[in-house]
């Protein structure tokens, strides 16, 4: 019985409880909270549903809680039900219905986890969209590795998800870097404005090799030929450090697409149609204000060009022509004031706000010996993602990056990341996987296999806390989902690691010496089998390799 269906099945009893006693059912909540305890001397499970709804019914709650006690006690399944502090009820489930939970998981396999409670929702899910012109940094890394996660984490619970990179290849940050590299290549000062470091000179050697006499053209077409191939070089390398990142696109969308379609004009036109576009002091803006921006927004600026929201709209708009139920972006720490302004633009548009989300990342800081890390000589300026993973490998980096809520700064700390011992988070989990892949194999070559008719067996305190750990896998990922929080998964598979760890040392798995091999043996096998397809779960689901061997 995993949690979800004990919540279930304790909803059922309490509506049945309190239509016995007269009591008001429309006040019970559509999901019945179910908690592990602190203090495994506590029980199972425990339920605050009495405390609830006992003011909700006009009882008093712990009385209610005496009631409801005594019939999930009686229950299929439950072992036994008390009364604790004001009105908690804890629960002990019986052994059977507990270690079913191992069937189950060996059941699903790689499915275990997945659901359906997204089932219908097309959801369009942007991420890092750093501008071309240079390399991706760490702040980009982090939402390369969250949103590819997040995504991994939505489509596991029925989403139709895809994943979009908008291509920043208009406005004043690409002429400056056009100026970058038509400046290295003259060998000439970087522009004041410009930008620096090794990958300059390579893009702008390489513009050269694949433009033969682009040093001699005249200043206007010199400068769009290292515009046009600098961008094309530059997105090329990012898509390939992605990509070895283990982060992939299904869409590479041009900010240029929106002026060069007439979507940006089409956008223009329908908000002056619909009185949420007004003119001012030359200008065109955006009633945002009536949709809770602290002031209004300019979309056609008084020399006639659109500012940078005018595309945000169109991009938005062209996100929903496509057939997006949800727009999720996910934005750097410096773009807080686009959450009610991309809501605005929506709902400017005739939309409810709900279509936007947007996940605001806070920033990374690399540490080693201590202190921090602050130059890549790369990039001249900053630290990137193929710095982060030349120092601490894919894996290393990807699980550093996730397993923090992205509200917070996080420091990685390289030499810990380097470090193979329990300290290191992705290790610790890594190894725990590898560990019972080994015992996987030490079990065959005894022609040990697993047995799931033996589950009964298993009644230590150890093998419980390790299957009830494995329960709530899919109640994490749910949670996950339904709050667009992916290190959730992390911190669940480290409390595996450590549940399983604990479990191997009280609880021998195979026979040692000339012992038989016994149903024990065998059940504990099944144990384990089922706890190595969980970690593999999860650690797919996070985009982290489940080594065999370590």
């Excluded at 604790?84 to 219905?97: E, K, Q």
């Excluded at 069937?103 to 275990?112: D, M, N």
């Excluded at 001249?380 to 917070?408: K, M």
């Amino acid at each position: 019985m995993t949690p979800a269906d004990l919540a279930a099945l304790l909803r059922g009893v309490t509506q049945t409880v309190l239509t016995e006693h007269g009591l008001d059912v429309s006040a019970l909540p559509d999901v019945v909270t179910v908690e592990r305890p602190r203090n495994l001397d506590h029980g199972d499970y425990a339920t605050n549903i009495a405390l609830q709804l006992g003011k909700k019914v006009g009882v008093n709650p712990r009385e209610l809680a005496g009631w409801l006690a005594t019939a999930f006690g009686n229950a299929d399944g439950i072992e036994s039900a008390e009364v604790a502090g004001p009105g908690f009820v804890n629960l002990r489930l019986a052994a059977a219905t507990q270690n079913a939970v191992v069937a189950t998981v060996l059941s699903a396999g790689a499915e275990y986890g997945r659901g359906d409670d997204l089932d219908g929702r097309k959801i369009n899910l942007e991420f890092v969209s750093a501008n071309p012109t240079g390399p991706i940094h760490l702040g980009g890394t982090r939402w390369a590795a969250v949103g590819d996660a997040l995504g991994r984490v939505l489509a596991a619970r029925g989403a139709s998800v895809t994943r979009e990179y908008y291509f920043n290849d208009h406005g004043a940050q690409i002429d400056r870097f056009a100026r970058s590299l038509d400046a290295a290549a003259r060998n000439q000062p970087t522009p004041e404005d410009g930008y620096a470091g090794e990958y300059i000179n390579d893009i702008a050697a390489s513009v050269i090799a694949k433009v033969p006499g682009i040093i001699d053209q005249p200043d206007a077409e010199r400068l769009e030929a290292f515009r046009s191939n600098g961008v094309e070089l530059m997105f090329s390398h990012i898509k390939e450090s992605l990509h070895e990142f283990g982060t992939d696109f299904d869409v590479f969308t041009h900010e240029n697409k929106m002026f060069e379609s007439g979507l940006v004009e089409e956008c223009i036109a329908e908000l002056k149609a619909n009185g949420n576009l007004y003119e001012a002091d030359g200008a065109w803006w955006l009633r945002s204000t009536d949709y809770g921006d602290d002031k209004d927004r300019v979309v056609i600026k008084s020399d006639g060009e659109a500012a940078y929201i005018a595309g945000d709209i169109a991009y938005y708009k062209d996100k929903r022509n496509r057939g997006f139920d949800l727009c999720i972006y996910m934005l750097g720490a410096d773009h807080h004031g686009y959450v009610v302004r991309l809501k605005a633009a929506a709902q400017a548009l005739g939309d409810d706000a709900s279509t936007v989300e947007v996940l605001i990342g806070q920033m990374v800081n690399l540490v080693r010996d201590g202190k921090p890390v602050r130059m890549s000589k790369r990039a001249g300026t900053v630290i990137t993602l193929d710095d982060l993973v030349d120092a601490v490998g894919v894996d290393g980096a990807r699980y550093s990056l996730i397993r923090s809520s992205v509200d917070v700064n996080i420091d990685v700390d390289l030499d810990l990341l380097a470090k193979q011992s329990n300290e290191n988070p992705v290790y610790y989990v890594q190894y725990a996987h590898a560990r019972l892949s080994a015992l996987s194999r030490s079990a065959a070559e005894l022609g040990l296999v697993p047995d799931i008719e033996q589950v009964a067996l298993l009644t230590e305190p150890a093998e419980g806390e390790l299957i009830r750990t494995l329960g709530d896998f899919d109640e994490v990922v749910a949670t996950a989902a339904q709050l667009r929080e992916p290190h959730r998964i992390c911190r669940y598979l480290e409390s595996l690691a450590g549940s399983y760890h604990r479990f191997y040392t009280q609880c021998r798995v195979l026979p040692q010496g000339d012992e038989p091999a016994g149903d024990l043996h065998r059940a504990r096998l099944a144990l384990c089998a089922a706890t190595r397809v969980v970690l593999a779960n999860g650690l797919a689901l996070v985009g982290v390799s489940a080594p065999e061997r370590m």
